[in-house]
């Protein structure tokens, strides 16, 4: 599996020296399979995790336009139990986001335990485009990853399981993948000028998220680059990642599930106990 994580923070990060390409030798068909393998484990940990309530997952998708979050949501979230899942998309603040501090809109859609929250863009945009596009003084987005760290801590504390991806694409890919949406009906309606304008910004962006990464890298919200420029590919790498994070977990759920069950049972026992008794009583 070709992917790059980064899970300490203060890595000297060169976003294009990383392939976005998926590594020799992997083939469509041979990722196919291990595709839907890996779907199978997902639901099942879903499962586990849901029953146990001792964790919760938060799933944070970023990457340029036309880098694949919504494919990854379709793809890879697909697999997952509707039930315990909820998909957030963060586009410009409203007034009352505005408002608020940036973080408000964010930590509100956390994950109760048991749960996955999908973050489509995120808190991350604060040091992303607002800084790209001067969209609030450097004094006040430098501060920021400070409180990034102190909100992923805090949700790591709380049981989160905090999952972070950059969709990495080149510059070529998305120009076709962009082409591509004007040729097709089905994906003329995501056409948008603003994604050519954003292009103008490749460098910056760059630069952005390679600082974003090394400051908030940390072992319990780590970041994977995403090899992205095949789908079938980006696809294989979350799963694998995110089924990775859930099965160390496994084992500790089970033990809860077990413990629950014990509990369950011994309470049922007691009932019944108590309608046998009070039958022995009636016919005494
Ligand atoms: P996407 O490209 O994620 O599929 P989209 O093009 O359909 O989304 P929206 O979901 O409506 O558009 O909004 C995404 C836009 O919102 C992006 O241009 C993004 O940079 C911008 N955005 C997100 N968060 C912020 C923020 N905190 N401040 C300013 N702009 C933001």
Redesign the pocket.
């Known amino acids: 599996m070709s992917r790059t994580v980064f899970d300490k923070p203060g890595a000297k990060i060169r976003i294009d020296d990383i392939s976005a390409e998926p590594p020799k030798g992997m083939t469509r068909e041979k990722a196919a399979e291990r595709f839907a393998t890996l779907g199978t484990e997902l639901f099942a940990l879903q499962d586990a995790m849901f029953g146990s309530k001792v964790h919760s997952v938060v799933v944070v998708l970023q990457g340029r336009?036309g880098a694949g979050?919504?494919g990854t949501i379709k793809h890879v979230v697909g697999h997952l139990n509707p039930r315990g899942v909820n998909v957030v998309?963060?586009?410009?603040?409203t007034t009352e986001e505005r408002e608020h501090d940036?973080l408000w809109r964010v930590h509100r859609h956390a994950p109760r335990r048991g749960e996955f929250s999908i973050f489509?863009?995120s808190h991350y945009?604060?040091v992303?485009?607002?800084r790209v596009h001067d969209?609030a003084p450097k004094a006040l987005w430098k501060e920021r990853y400070g409180h990034i760290i102190d909100f992923e801590e805090l949700l790591a504390e709380h049981g989160t399981i905090v999952l972070k991806y950059f969709l990495h694409i080149t510059n070529k890919e998305q120009k076709e993948r962009l082409l591509e949406r004007e040729k097709d009906k089905k994906t003329a309606w995501?056409l948008?000028p603003?994604?050519w304008k954003?292009r103008d910004h490749w460098d910056d962006y760059t630069r952005a998220y390679e600082e974003a990464i090394s400051r908030t890298a940390a072992p319990h919200a780590p970041w994977t680059i995403v090899p992205a420029n095949s789908k079938w590919y980006r696809n294989l790498v979350i799963a694998e990642s995110i089924v990775e994070a859930l099965r160390a977990r496994r084992k500790s759920w089970e033990r809860k599930l077990d413990e629950m069950g014990r509990g369950g049972r011994a309470g049922l026992d007691e009932y019944r106990a108590q309608i046998q008794a009070k039958g022995a009583r009636k016919k005494g």
């Open positions: 336009d979050k919504d998309s963060f586009g410009v603040p940036f489509n863009r945009e604060d992303l485009v607002v969209l995501k948008n603003n994604d954003e």
